[in-house]
């Protein structure tokens, strides 16, 4: 090893850590704006361009599927299935007065930004989006993002002047306080590495089956309640465990999002411990 | 090589991995063409060319592809520790070479990034590390790997010109 290759190979150490110092001060967010400003339509156009032969090569590793039928009939059924949710949701919710006053004040009338993504993580532990809203457009640190079939898609967990970043449900740092909509029982819905989405915390005794729709709680103030999440995809249960271990499957197809809703009418809460 | 032309060509592939590449599902993840593109290049052109690229791309994938630029640097730094065993000469077949070496870089990579999410509190047990290896760190390997050939191919067009002519499979 050369002195000039030892050289460099220090400089990008200490440049590692100096900047991930940086990104942790926030030091860093004025050049990522500018740098997501100059390389959008870029990125955009090479995106499009490359979209059909990835949607070819995607579509021979998924078995030959026709992806663009494919996404279609997700969108529609994701549109019907939530028209569904919901109109089961205010089946129930107007069961009780007390919990339709209570919805209605956490999610009074519903302000959706529309927005494009225009970048998306590409390592394969992660699951976020940018997309080109941002401080600038009233969106905040905490706002959650659904889909347009009006699924949950994730929180906005960055802002920049002109784009904010989405952490999706399904990345392995989300949390939702969940519910089950028929059987009412309640958990987390967690993301996962591989994609995958899991509801913990569901007792033993609850009466969950696979095909059951799990909407937001509203548990926590984070969430507004009733926003659909997705269906059960899987329950397993053994007698050893505390709790149940739900699988669920997302309604919005998360890795092809092209445009989505950022609730700008809902300001999550943070809930202070009880004295 | 001069350093502008390196950094350009890190540049763009860095946009195009952050816009274009991540679209590929295989085996539930996105190749990483751009470590495999720098390994290749490293067996090509050796370590003092790469390290200035490995350093444009790093912080260009970071910036656009969303992920703190330092941490990317880091996973992207064992290249330069593979480097040493190039110049060894451990292994005579270059295109074997490539494809140990991009195994043993995106093994590299991928802990890293788990490693961050770990050390951010992403990780809420050591199940969810098995998870991690299985459905990221080992498939990311594996397609990278099979990329490797590929890249090297047009890589060798790179090599300096008197080793040009050399047969090295």
């Known amino acids: 090893m050369t002195a000039r290759t030892l050289a460099w190979t220090s400089f990008i150490a200490i440049a590692a850590f100096v900047l991930m110092a940086a990104n942790r001060l926030t030091v860093l967010d004025p050049v990522e704006n500018v740098t997501l400003n100059v390389t959008s339509p870029m990125q955009t156009g090479l995106s499009s361009l490359t979209r059909p032969v990835a949607d070819w090569v995607n579509n021979i590793t998924d078995a030959g599927a026709l992806s663009d039928e494919n996404r279609r009939l997700r969108e529609e059924n994701e549109r019907l299935t ?194 | 090589m001069r350093y502008w032309t390196g950094a350009a060509i890190a540049f763009f592939l860095a946009i195009v991995q952050a816009s274009s590449v991540e679209q590929f599902k295989i085996l539930g993840v996105s190749p990483n063409l751009l470590l495999v593109f720098l390994v290749a290049w490293l067996v090509v052109r050796g370590l003092d060319d790469v390290l200035p690229m490995l350093f444009v791309a790093g912080v260009t994938f970071g910036l656009v592809g969303l992920q703190p630029p330092g941490v990317i640097l880091l996973a992207l730094l064992p290249i330069a520790g593979f480097g040493v065993l190039r110049e060894l000469h451990v292994v005579h077949s270059d295109l074997i070479l490539v494809v140990l070496l991009v195994f043993g870089a995106s093994l590299m990579y991928e802990t890293v990034m788990l490693g961050s999410i770990m050390a951010t509190g992403g990780v809420r047990g050591v199940p969810e590390i098995g998870t991690g290896l299985r459905a990221a760190v080992v498939p990311a390997a594996i397609v990278n790997v099979a990329l490797a050939p590929a890249v090297y191919f047009v890589m060798r067009f790179a090599r300096p010109a008197q080793r040009r002519g050399q047969l090295s499979f």
């Open chain 1, 82 to 275: 939530n028209e569904l949710a919901r109109a089961r949701e205010e089946a129930i919710q107007q069961q009780s007065a007390e919990d339709l006053n209570a919805v209605k004040q956490q999610f009074p009338d519903d302000v959706f930004l529309a927005s494009n993504v225009v970048s998306r993580d590409s390592s394969n532990a992660r699951a976020i989006i940018a997309i080109d809203s941002g401080s600038g457009d009233g969106v905040r640190e905490g706002m959650i993002v659904v889909s347009e079939g009006r699924s949950l898609v994730g929180t906005v967990t960055k802002t920049f002047d002109d784009y904010s970043w989405i952490t999706l449900i399904t990345d392995p740092k989300s949390a939702v306080s969940a519910i089950v909509q028929e059987s009412r029982s309640d958990g987390v819905v967690s993301g996962n590495y591989d994609g995958s989405l899991v509801m913990d915390f569901v007792g033993q005794g609850a009466a969950v089956k696979v095909g059951d729709f799990v909407t937001t709680s509203g548990v926590g103030g984070r969430y507004p309640s009733g926003i659909v999440i997705g269906r059960i995809a899987d329950v397993q249960k053994t007698d050893q465990d505390l709790f149940q271990k739900v699988h669920v499957d997302h309604l919005a197809s998360l890795s092809k999002l092209e445009r989505v809703l950022v609730l700008t009418s809902f300001e999550p809460r943070t809930l202070e411990k009880p004295e």
